[in-house]
């Protein structure tokens, strides 16, 4: 997105007579152009960052994790990861210090 210096605003009635010449500014200039309507901004227009190559955050972690990747394993996603006991000195925990009010239980 191009800073407040590139940013130019645009009526919707203007934009769809120059259509054509706003996206060779837009991309030549790297400016962003933002489409108004009524006075109300309805759509932005900005330059491709690249448009060979493809969104730099698609696989941003794959690239993170490098040569690793592969071998990253994803755990069971629909068990529990507390056990009985630990959900129960949870709940004990807190009423102990909020009671069954939900409020903080002065000592």
């Known amino acids: 997105m191009g800073s407040k210096l590139n940013t130019k605003t645009m009526a919707a009635g203007e934009f769809k007579a120059k259509c054509l010449a706003v996206m060779d500014e837009v991309q030549a200039k790297r400016t962003t152009v933002i489409i108004t309507k009524n006075g109300k901004a309805v759509a932005q227009m900005v330059p491709v960052v690249n448009a060979e190559e493809p969104d730099p955050i698609f696989g941003f972690m794959l690239r993170k994790l490098g040569k690793n990747a592969g071998e990253v394993k994803l ?33």
């Open 75 to 107: 755990g069971d996603v629909m068990s529990p990861i507390y056990t009985d006991a630990e959900y129960e000195e949870f709940y004990r925990r807190k009423d102990e210090m909020y009671g069954r009010t939900g409020k903080l239980v002065a000592k």
